[in-house]
């Protein structure tokens, strides 16, 4: 897929991040037009074992739904993992628009501060002060940005979600409860991935074409 020549020209800006902040700093750019295969320029790409490409993350498909972009020029400082959970991140988004305030892409800025946690964590202790707050699992907040996954396995991620937090027995649910659960994944971002459609109706026990006239009346009705 050729990249937009607006996403070019922050190509030597990612690089220039890059460079002025080391190797534990990943910078990268995703073109919003194909979600599956994102990334079209990325530096330090070990951080998050990711390469030009790969996805979109669930966060980032996340804020476009919940369309951020709209009041914000970008989203900076939150918590990112890598799938594997040793690696702590500190990550921030940039939104690329067009003059007309739509958006073209992104601008995502990860920061490895695992070692840095880690050495506060040993002068805390040698002050005798409270040690970092972490979260039960991974030491990150919960629902942080997680990097390095596939497109089936951010997919599958937001399914399990949205299934979870519902609270539903597939076996046992209803239609009416089973359209419940696509609009909760639609508005989570999942449909906008290739193959997402299959992927829902074999989890959920329906046809494709059901899942698409439910989208098809969803549109309607907004």
Known sequence: ????????RYFPIADYIAAINGKNCEVLIHDLSDLNHSICHIVNGHITNRSVGGSITNYALELLQKKEYLDKDSVTNYTGTTRD???????????????GGEVLGLLCVNFDITDLLRTQEVVSDLLILNSLKRSESDGVDKGAERFDGSV??????????????????????TI???????????????????????????????????????????????
């Open 85 to 99: 959970g040793k690696r702590i991140l500190r990550s921030s988004t940039y939104f690329i628009k067009d003059d």
């Open 152 to 173: 089936d396995d951010i997919v599958q991620e937001i399914i399990d979600t949205v299934i979870i937090e519902s609270g539903l027995k597939l076996v046992e649910s």
């Open 176 to 222: 009416a409860e089973k359209r419940i659960l696509i609009g909760k994944m639609e508005a989570k971002g999942v449909f906008k991935f290739k193959g997402a459609v299959t992927k829902v109706a074999n989890v959920l026990g329906v046809s494709s074409q059901t899942i698409y006239r439910y989208l098809q009346a969803m549109n309607r009705e907004a």
């Open 1 to 8: 897929m050729e990249t937009r020549e607006e996403l070019r």
